[in-house]
Nanobody, 125 residues
Framework: QVQLVESGGGLEQAGGSLRLSCVAS????????VSWFRQAPGKERVFVST???????YYADSVKGRFAISRDNTKNTVYLQMNSLKPEDTSVYFC???????????????????WGQGTQVTVSS
């Protein structure tokens, strides 16, 4: 069982930056693909970004060029650097992990195996 804990959320003005962190309890975290999803009030949870076990990255079109995902396996941590924030980025952000990159991304109707509790990001205009 992998436990994921997110941090780094908060209130930021439009155009500002935040960095989210996702720390895993699993020592073999390096073999997992890790994703960020977000869920705005009254909306479905949607994919934001994934980093595979070998460092390949994927982004939703809505965040491409503004967000950057990275990982430090020595710290069992994945980061999401969010720049040029917009009010529409306001959501609860969830970290998720799965050995399969496809599943970590939520593709083909699948869902990542492990989820964190989420961290709130609020962007004011």
């Amino acid at each position: 069982q992998v436990q994921l804990v997110e941090s780094g959320g908060g209130l930021e003005q439009a155009g500002g930056s935040l960095r989210l962190s996702c720390v895993a309890s699993e020592r073999t975290f390096g073999v997992y693909a890790v994703s960020w999803f977000r869920q705005a009030p009254g909306k479905e949870r949607v994919f934001v970004s994934t980093i595979s076990w070998n460092g390949t990255t994927y982004y939703a079109d809505s965040v491409k060029g503004r967000f950057a995902i990275s990982r430090d396996n020595t710290k069992n941590t994945v980061y999401l650097q969010m720049n040029s924030l917009k009010p529409e980025d306001t959501s609860v952000y969830f970290c998720a992990a799965d050995p399969s990159t496809t599943q970590a991304m939520g593709n083909r109707g699948k869902s990542p195996r492990y989820w964190g509790q989420g961290t709130q990001v609020t962007v004011s205009s």
